[in-house]
């Protein structure tokens, strides 16, 4: 008796059902990794920011941690300050200036990808390299910033001794380790416009300003957003460099404690795990709000 067309499809079916089950055993691995090492310490942050936990100890305090870091933890108001100065100062300066330069490099005839290549070293960086070589450059008397200063006339500056210019340090830091991928974004996206828009306002005798202000700006517009949340995302979660530069109290004067600086400094050097999952928390509220500003905003503006 021959088989039925229903009956083939039906084997068939069956097989492919049986090999689609192989390939999840081969996800399975990864699977596992995120729920140990990603699902697994979100849930149980969560659960300690409800309690009082040293670690060994714990007893249930409800929202107290919560209210403890927004209406008693002057330190921790600190922290966001920091945080958000030097996060808000190296965005609005990285962005910028690191379209005007892929603008340049996606203009030249020559050497695009050499450009490319050098300006993206530093974001391959590590920070806590960088952030040791930086020292030497801001040292106030052996440092070469220092002395290109007083070569033409200005007065040196003690970069990493005084709150604000320490600051300042930290953000240069972040524009240069940042720039490269800025610059390699813009790119992309300078290289996806149609030369035809171009070619039509030429013949329309639009000059340069014109064709960048009309064309390319608006066009650029997704990815200033995107570059927006990237970097805030990025700065906001700011650590290795401050923590190397300024050490466990962000010193000078507590000018380098940052949000991350303060969930490290509480939950593995002061053992309050619980207040350490709260304040984790608020920066995850704080990232998601404003996250959804800057994708409103931007929408407005596209």
């Known amino acids: 008796m021959q088989p039925t067309m229903k009956t083939i499809s039906s084997k068939n079916h069956k097989k492919m059902k049986e090999q689609s089950y192989v390939w999840y055993l081969f996800l399975l691995p990864a699977l596992i990794g995120i729920i140990l090492f990603m699902v697994y310490p979100v849930l149980e942050s969560f659960r300690l920011s409800f309690f009082s936990s040293n670690g060994v100890k714990e007893t249930f305090v409800g929202i107290s941690n919560y209210t403890q870091l927004i209406l008693k933890e002057e330190v921790f108001w600190k922290a966001i300050f920091n945080t958000f100065y030097m996060a808000i100062f190296q965005v609005a300066i990285a962005v910028p200036l690191g379209f005007v330069i892929a603008t340049l490099i996606n203009n030249l005839p020559h050497f695009k990808d ?19 070589v930086f020292m030497y450059l801001f040292h106030p008397e052996m440092g070469p910033i220092n002395y290109l200063l007083e070569s033409i006339g ?10 604000l210019s320490a600051k300042w340090a930290v953000i240069i830091l972040g524009i240069w380790n940042w720039m490269g991928f800025v610059i390699v974004i813009c790119i992309a996206n300078l290289q996806t416009i149609p030369a035809q828009l171009y070619e039509a306002a030429e013949i329309d005798g639009a000059n340069s300003f014109q064709k960048f202000a ?6 650029m517009m997704p990815t200033f957003s995107f570059l927006l949340i990237m970097g805030f995302i990025r700065t906001l979660q700011r650590f290795g460099e ?25 939950g593995f050097n002061g053992t309050e795990y619980g207040l350490a999952s709260a304040a984790a928390y608020i920066l995850f509220m704080i990232i998601m709000v404003v996250t959804l500003i800057n994708m409103k905003l931007s929408k407005m503006n596209v």
């Not at 009309?214 to 066009?219: D, F, G, H």
């Not at 466990?248 to 004067?253: A, Q, R, V």
């Open 114 to 132: 050499l450009f490319k290549v050098l300006f993206f070293i530093p974001y391959i960086t590590s920070l806590v390299a960088a952030s040791m």
């Open 154 to 163: 200005l007065p040196g500056i003690n970069w990493l001794s005084d709150p």
């Open 214 to 219: 009309y064309i390319t700006t608006p066009k």
């Open 242 to 266: 401050t923590y190397t530069i300024g050490g466990l109290e962000g010193s000078p004067m507590r000018s380098l404690y940052t949000i991350v600086g303060f969930i490290y400094d509480r």
